[in-house]
């Protein structure tokens, strides 16, 4: 059972994500749609909470990594109060986790601290205060009926909820405040500094490799635990034990049995990695075997190539001395070298 099971079954809940603003100081682009790291910004606020039994996007209709429901607030356009009020018309869930659809680094480590406080006694709901301590009401868990009933009473006072800001419902909640884990947590994109920000820091040394899994498997739309330094160490032990392509190949094949096998990614690589080293240890006792064979080879060449070179230096000085002594007489005797 996954972290994101045990969550929804401990705390059932439906999402609304409000993604109809302007984004004037983007100049009007549809803001949920830019790309952060190859994935949508909606597509990326979605990933954090999957276990939702309903998702709800407030705004006009746009593909989706998930199947979600389509809603509009009144007036389009009309604000963040508008938005909630029209995706709460498509929640039965007894608590609603709220999104704005610009939060591109929010993880489920988040979702669930905030479902875990909005179940609280005496809670209506939680929401993300920043790493500045200033409350985040677009980052938070409301229970249902609460939140409806102040949503009624801002209604009732003011007459509507178009424009109205998210503070005069939060002021209505008794609301837990949790703390960011993270400074990223609650970082949004208003801005395309923000944007070009957020793209630099998916690719920082410490969080590129995951940020990359993670959009490959929604890519190619494929739910699998991958153990990032498991593979990593496989790929080396292959590349070094086998052959540089041997790295890609067989942490594919991994990932392919374990998708095949319903088995543990860890537990393959581990499988791999030691057939990998047995093919190291081979490769390494076949070139020691081959070295000592040299070295024997040499010795014994060395060895003939001595002998025969003392044996015919004695023999042919032997005769060139003999020659000498015994020249027969009327011939000059060898003239000793100078």
């Known amino acids: 059972m996954t972290d994101h099971q045990t969550a929804h079954d401990q705390h059932p809940y439906d999402v609304v994500v409000p993604a109809g603003g302007a984004a004037r ?17 909606l597509d990326r606020v979605l990933d954090a909470c999957p276990d939702a039994a309903t998702a709800v996007v407030v705004g006009p209709e746009r593909p989706t990594v998930r199947p979600v429901v389509h809603a509009r607030e009144e007036p389009p356009g009309g604000g963040p109060l508008a938005a909630l009020d029209a995706g709460l018309r498509h929640s039965t869930a007894p608590v609603v986790l709220v999104l704005s659809a610009d939060l591109p680094f929010l993880t489920g480590v988040t979702v ?22 200033r409350d ?39 609301l837990r405040r949790v703390t960011a ?41 494929i739910e699998l635990d991958v153990d990032t330094a498991a593979l990593l160490d496989l790929a080396r032990d292959a590349a070094h034990g086998v052959a540089r392509p041997a790295a890609p190949l067989t942490t594919f094949l991994v990932g392919y049995a374990a998708a095949q096998q319903g088995r543990d990614v860890t537990d393959l690589a581990e499988k791999a990695a030691a057939l990998a080293n047995r093919w190291a240890a081979e490769a390494t006792e076949a070139a020691e075997g081959a070295g000592l064979a040299e070295n024997t080879g040499s010795a014994e060449g060395a060895g003939k190539a001595g002998g025969t070179g003392s044996i015919g230096s004695t023999e042919t000085a032997g005769k060139a001395g003999a020659t000498t002594e015994a020249a027969p007489e009327g011939e000059p005797e060898a003239k000793p070298a100078e």
């Open 136 to 174: 985040q009401p677009l980052v938070a868990a409301y229970r249902a009926e609460p939140l409806r009933r102040a949503l009624d009473g801002v209604r009732a006072e003011h007459g509507a909820l178009a424009g109205l800001p998210l503070r005069v419902l939060s002021g209505r909640l008794a």
């Open 112 to 133: 669930r601290a905030l479902l875990a406080a909005a179940a609280e006694d005496g809670a209506d709901g939680a929401l993300l205060r920043d790493a500045e301590g």
């Open 25 to 41: 100081r983007l100049g009007g682009v549809d803001k949920p749609a830019v790309s952060v790291g190859g994935r949508p910004l």
């Open 181 to 221: 884990p993270t400074a990223a947590a609650s970082f949004d994109c208003d801005t395309w500094e923000d944007i070009e920000a957020a793209r630099a820091r998916i690719r920082e040394h410490g969080t590129v490799l995951d940020e990359w899994i993670t959009a490959a498997k929604a890519e190619l739309g």
